[in-house]
């Protein structure tokens, strides 16, 4: 299984991004997918999980209302929104294939990784 996440960027506060995360024709269609960041200093933390169905999201508290995961099974590709950014936000983020259907908040849940793309929000 290949992971390639893109869309990462500069952008003001305030602003908008989409990450995308495209994966290989390998990659089975019943696993849930999920995003992750990681800043400087700081341990990968959870951002937000979708189901293999779509129908189990779950988000992070800090970015509940602000960003919004999504996937397309046909196009074997799952996105993230992310509106009203902010400092904090920056980060590289990481497109991961959960070991089950429904993806979890826990790293260990997660059994194949992208490379990660940077956000960067400027104040």
């Known amino acids: 299984v290949q992971l390639q996440a893109s869309g990462g960027g500069l952008v003001q506060a305030g602003g908008s991004l989409r990450l995308s995360c495209a994966a290989s024709?390998?990659?089975?269609?019943?696993?849930?997918m999920g995003w992750f960041r990681q800043a400087p200093g700081k341990e990968r933390e959870f951002v937000a999980s979708v189901s293999w169905s779509g129908g189990s999201i779950i988000y992070a508290d800090n970015v509940q209302g602000r960003f919004t995961i999504s996937r397309d099974k046909a196009a074997s590709t799952m996105y993230l929104q992310m509106n009203s950014l902010k400092p904090e936000d920056t980060a590289v983020y990481y497109c991961a294939v959960a070991r089950r259907a429904v993806a979890g908040r826990g790293l260990t849940d997660y059994a194949c990784w992208g490379q990660g793309t940077q956000v960067t929000v400027s104040s």
């Open positions: 024709r390998r990659t089975s269609s019943n696993n849930g």
